[in-house]
């Protein structure tokens, strides 16, 4: 059995009354693609959150790449890797300066800054398009290069807040090469999406309605668990049980 | 009747180095429901802007409801209702508050035309002395949505209207869409989700400001050359690998739970050979069906022409 890179013991965080994620229990291995689902609002940021060691818990227990996310929030930071919708790239910096400025923020030292840009500019096949400012590029490029640069210090685990909305259908799979790709290594991925048929690359997935877990399992499980014909069934039959609606 | 035409439609940006929109030619029947299927910069919002009087076009020309998109901006305003991609409602005004404003700007009120928005307006008037700022993503939507059919418009735009919202609700607001067009409304959707392309009557499938293909959801799909396969087996991502070297194929991708798969020669039944060699390569459970592709096929393969 491989390790748990991510462990939570009833992990909870309430604001005032309101309770956004509660007692939250789950492990994830290295190397697993887990698939974390929810509606808007059913409390997957507040609790991506406290994983990434930016929001300190309310109560329960969690420990992430072997860190605690009450007292070790620093070294989470270091040892993880982070990608959202919103793209944290600098717009106005070329491709290859946004690759530096990210290897060296992360302490990464020059020469390994330099045979690690070699190495993404090659895999992404970004060879002519080093000196372009980030602004010029393709979304789709965008979010290869910004996958790239999330996981530039080899984080044992890297979360991903819907990092594939609105490119095409071919770019979104050339995106998840990346991601098996990097499973493959035994890098552990953390992922959040809303197009269905993606959580089904995952190898498990959990579902949260109104700050609790509901299901968790594999995809295979989860659709015989709910007699379902796809996972868009099964969330779809889960998520509009949901009494919370926010964001 | 045609409620939208658009002639050698053209849009560029940055002194003409961007074509956004490329001489696009098409129409819309009155009361047709009708789908703008593409992704992030493939034109959608340009179409949708020059189409509602927002954005000049530097080619080509566009009927709306009878009246040219450039000389009888006006009228075209008053007539329709756009629901941006962008949250444009005023977020310091309440629910009511924002109904109310747009009812008085296009001349007419809340109880005129409650008919038309009550379906939707119900579900969001709990929250009516809210600020619109402060509502969650899918009761903003349905606000938006509300505003822009208050005045009874003859033509809908709405521009990725599902954008980041999850599968719960956008189930929900294509319900309200297909009751709207019941009520003969013409609408023009675009949306970054496949899955929902069969939903409307018609749809376009654009690509960097071209038309790939324009018919019905199941014409597209019958369009299909060839046949397409789902495969799987215990490891996906080896097998999405080997599938892709195995020399018969013709294009292999991850779709859903399983990979889809088309061979060189569409005549051809590989089914034996492919399982042996997938055998070979040590996979095990190894499972392979024929299936009708979707529109998501088609669009692949669409964009690898």
Redo the contacts between chains.
């Keep these: 059995m491989a390790e748990s890179v991510i462990k939570t013991e009833k992990l909870t965080k309430r604001f005032g009354d309101f309770i956004a994620a509660n007692e939250l229990t789950f492990d994830v291995k290295a190397g697993e693609i887990f698939g974390f689902l929810g509606a808007n609002g059913a409390g997957k940021t507040t609790a991506m959150r406290m994983l990434c060691g930016l929001s300190i818990p309310s109560s329960g227990k969690a420990t992430v790449a072997g860190f605690d996310v009450y007292k070790h929030t620093d070294e989470i930071k270091r040892n993880i890797g982070y990608m959202s919708q919103k793209f944290s790239l600098y717009e106005d910096l070329t491709v290859a300066e946004n690759i530096r400025f990210y290897a060296g923020i992360y302490g990464l030292s020059n020469k390994e800054i330099k045979d690690k840009s070699e190495e993404l500019v090659h895999q992404l096949g970004l060879e002519g398009e080093t000196k372009k400012l980030v602004r010029e590029l393709p979304l789709g490029w965008k979010q290869k290069l910004s996958f790239s640069v999330a996981i530039v210090h080899q984080p044992k685990i890297v979360f991903m807040d819907e990092p594939t909305s609105g490119v095409d259908p071919v770019t979104r799979r050339q995106f998840w090469d990346l991601i098996y790709a990097a499973a493959d290594k035994g890098m552990t991925i953390f992922v959040t999406t809303h197009y269905m048929d993606e959580s089904e690359y995952c190898n498990r997935i959990s579902i949260m309605v109104d700050g609790v877990i509901r299901a968790l399992d594999t995809p295979y499980n989860l659709k015989k668990q709910f007699s379902a014909n796809s996972m868009d069934e099964v969330f779809y039959g889960l998520a509009r049980e949901a009494k919370r609606t926010g964001d | 009747m045609v409620a939208v035409q658009l002639n050698n439609l053209s849009k560029k940006y940055d002194k003409g180095k961007i074509v956004a929109v490329d001489s696009i030619s098409f129409s819309v029947d009155k009361g047709e429901l009708f789908g703008l299927i ?5 034109g959608k919002t340009s179409i949708f802007r020059m189409l509602t009087t927002l954005l000049l076009p530097d080619g080509g020309s566009a009927v709306v409801d009878g009246y040219d998109a450039v000389k009888d901006y006006k009228a075209i305003r008053g007539r329709v209702g756009y629901m941006p991609g962008k949250f444009s409602l005023y977020q310091d005004l309440t629910v009511e508050e924002n109904l109310n404003f747009f009812a008085t700007v296009f001349g007419t009120t809340i109880r005129e035309n409650y008919e038309l928005v009550k379906d939707i307006y119900v579900q969001i008037e709990p929250f009516k002395t809210r600020r619109a700022g402060k509502l ?4 903003k939507q349905k606000l938006a949505l509300c505003c822009a059919l208050i005045h009874k418009p003859s033509v809908l735009f709405l521009d990725e209207p599902t ?9 929900e607001f294509w319900e309200m869409l297909k009751r709207l067009k019941q009520q003969g409304i013409t609408i023009l959707v675009s949306t ?3 899955d929902e392309a069969t939903i409307c009557d018609r749809i376009a499938l654009i ?1 960097s400001g071209k038309i790939l293909s324009i018919d019905t959801p199941d014409a597209i799909v019958r369009s299909y050359e060839g046949s397409l396969f789902a495969i799987k087996s215990e490891g ?2 080896k097998l ?1 690998n080997d599938l892709r070297s195995y020399e018969n194929t013709l294009s292999c ?5 399983y990979h889809h798969i088309a061979f060189r020669d569409k005549m051809k039944n590989y089914s034996e050979e492919l399982l042996k060699y997938l055998e070979n390569k040590g996979h095990k459970e190894v499972e392979m069906m024929p299936v009708i592709p979707t529109i ?1 096929d088609c ?2 393969k669409l ?2 022409n």
């Design positions: 593409g992704p992030d910069g493939a969650s993503g899918g009761m954008t980041g919202v999850d599968a719960v609700s956008r189930k970054p989700y496949m690509q996906m991502y999405l991708f991850a779709f859903g739970e998501e669009f692949i964009l690898k």
